[in-house]
């Protein structure tokens, strides 16, 4: 086997002879799971998980979050109590952690949250306005009833006792006809208030999803590699509905519950002072508890989210790994670790649990008590002669009519806090600074320069070290060297993935990370062996890479990678909807829809980075003629594992430990016997 077949065959494409070895796991692909076979001997596979085995490692669930199950009840009470601080504990470090992030995504603080809801609200002043006022106008309507209904029970009392049974009737019919009135002008404009909220619910929320996907967006690309593509997942799928959520129903519920709230116990005051004094005193109460709560519940549901982050990163980590998880023997481990995932997960959850139950347990003696005592009072203050009966009959009626809006009150602001957990989350993608700011200039000429290029993607541990390489316009530069000597790094700096640390790479003059993105992917682009296909239709597809390009411009990209004739044959051609769900396309189809892109945006220069190599070769070879259409004319760059590719080139750089060991033509570095020579020796013996 020559060194170039044993190259194609470790880079997992079956060879014609299905021959066994790493290949197999390529060939099993389609196999039912239950059949799977690891490929490696039963004694790696054991010494591997043995390995994971024996790595100690804190349990995820500390043995005090488990108290005893057999002690005395104050033994159990204090455990209970000591647990709870522990949660409480938990959730604090959880929040200081994510709050520090150095690497994955952080979290904003809360004047930043502040700012942003209340600019979303500034937007729609005129809503808001109308929300407030015909808010404000339903409940006054409303607590207008009770009070007329107390006034008429003093009435016909006075009526009654004078022997005025006409007068005292006269009087409840007129007050019914009033009544029926202000329930009519009441649901007028609740439905003004509700149709207002709604209104407002839905605009603040399509500014707040907007602002999100441009902050996603504009997210560095180095910050969303070193970040977990579970956290982002959790972030823009869970914590944008729980956010949504809380914009559409909480936020405009809060704002109706607290204006009612007021205005009752502005009536109630206004009916008899001193029959209001146990809604005041117990409504106090339970504000205090409500603000202890909002103390601490912040910190609980942001760890929850963190949690549930977690557990999307382990499953999609496990997904995306399950050939080696299987074949390495770490089922157990990725099923304790998915285990470990959601019991922290539930030990969050019933942090913020045991916090909502203290909540409502007093709340709901809040809410029942002050009945009761308003009766008492009621009896007394009549007996004395401090209040009439209609004025304990108001009383009543208002301290029924109080306590719907509080409950709803409590529960909105209990929602709110979830969506501003949420939300704390989502702005955290927006205070990742950019990494690049777009400059005026542009440049003036195709030749890319990289000057003395450091790159560090940790801090004090540099990968490349002074790197200096200059292009001629329509060279071929091939650059090769042993693994991890930071060929694709150089390859990212060239193509303006990443900036360097130091140095510079120019076109024309100008630093490809002050191009604005759109004119940056015209000069150079990279294409690796990761190429994607977006939900869209094949056309959707093609224009991404230069938006307001015409039918004819795609067809003639598309025929340009020999990719026209088989998207003319798909059910709809052009309109033909690909990605996940719709039609599928083989690897090599893909990779074609990824070159016609890139013809369209017409970059002069090209970086490859082995794009061809997890192809099959087959499919390799057909797609070389593509390939070439796209090359022709340009500069390219091609990092290759293939030495044949650097034969071709026009230059080649040997990269070892992140610098340009050898640079020159095949024939010069074969005649300088040195490291391009010994590896040219070795592919060809
Ligand atoms: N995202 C990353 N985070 C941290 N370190 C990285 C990252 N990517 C690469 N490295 C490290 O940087 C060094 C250079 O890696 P690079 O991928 O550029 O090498 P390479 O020459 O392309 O290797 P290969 O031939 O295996 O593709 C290696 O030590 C690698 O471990
Ligand atoms: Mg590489």
Known sequence: MSRADSTVATTGAPDAAGAPGVTGIADTTDVADATWVSPLPD?????????????????????????????????????????HLLRERRAQEFVADTMNAR????????????????????????????????????????????????????????????????????????????????????????FAAKMSSTVLGQSV?????????????RLPLSRVESASS???????????????????????????????VVLTLVAMVSNSPLLSLPSIVLMSLALFQVRRYLGRAPKGYLTEGGTYSRINTTLTETVEGARTVEALGLTHHRLRRGDEDIEVSGQAERYTMTLRNLLF???DIAFSLPRVLV????????????????????????????????DMLVHTVDRVQVGIASTTRLLGIATVPPDREAGADRPTGPELVGTDLRYAYRAGHDVLHGIDLDLSTGERLAIVGPSGSGKSTLGRLLSGIHGPRTGSVTVGGVELT???????????????????VFIGSVRDNVVLAREGSTDDEVREALRAVDALDWVERLPEGLDTKLGSGHQALTPGRAQQIALARLILADPHTIVLDEATSLIDPR???????????????????????????????????????????????????????????????????
Request: no cysteine; glycine share 8%.
């Open 43 to 83: 004694v790696l596979a054991a010494e591997s998980a043995r390995t994971w085995d024996s790595a100690v490692h804190a349990p995820a669930v500390p043995d005090e979050l488990r108290p005893p199950q057999s002690a005395s009840v104050g033994e159990r009470l204090s455990a209970l109590h000591r647990r």
């Open 103 to 190: 690497t994955g995504l952080p979290i904003a603080d809360n004047a930043r949250v502040v700012r942003f809801i209340g600019g979303l609200l500034s937007q729609e002043r005129l809503l808001v306005v109308s929300v407030v006022l015909a808010n404000a106008l339903a409940a006054t309507a409303g607590l207008l009833v009770p009070r007329l209904l107390g006034e008429l029970v003093d009435s016909t009392v006075a009526d009654v006792e004078a022997g005025r049974v006409d007068a005292a009737l006269a009087g409840a019919n007129s007050a019914a006809l009033v009544v029926a009135g202000l329930v009519v002008v009441q649901s007028a404009f609740t």
């Open 205 to 217: 929320l399509a500014t707040a999803r907007e602002y999100i996907v441009h902050a996603i967006l």
């Open 230 to 260: 579970g956290d982002l997942v959790t972030r823009v799928t869970r914590d944008v509905g729980t956010m949504s959520e809380s914009v559409r129903w909480a936020l405009p519920e809060a704002i109706i519950a607290s204006i009612t």
């Open 361 to 363: 347990a007093v709340m």
């Open 375 to 406: 009766l008492l009072l009621g009896a007394i203050g009549y007996a004395q002669g401090w209040a009439t009966l209609g004025q304990i009959t108001t009383a009543i009626l208002y301290t029924e009519a109080l306590w719907g809006p509080f």
């Open 514 to 532: 002050s191009l604005p993105l759109d004119q940056l992917r015209t000069e150079v682009a990279l294409v690796t062996q990761e190429h994607h």
């Open 619 to 685: 499919t390799a070879r057909h797609l070389e003629g593509s390939m070439n259409a796209l090359l022709t004319g340009r500069t390219v760059v091609a990092i290759a594992h293939r030495l044949h590719t650097a034969h071709d080139a026009d230059r080649i750089a040997v990269v070892i430990d992140g610098r340009v060991a050898e640079l020159g033509s095949h024939d010069e570095l074969v005649e300088q016997e040195g490291e391009y020579a010994a590896l040219w020796r070795a592919w060809t013996s």
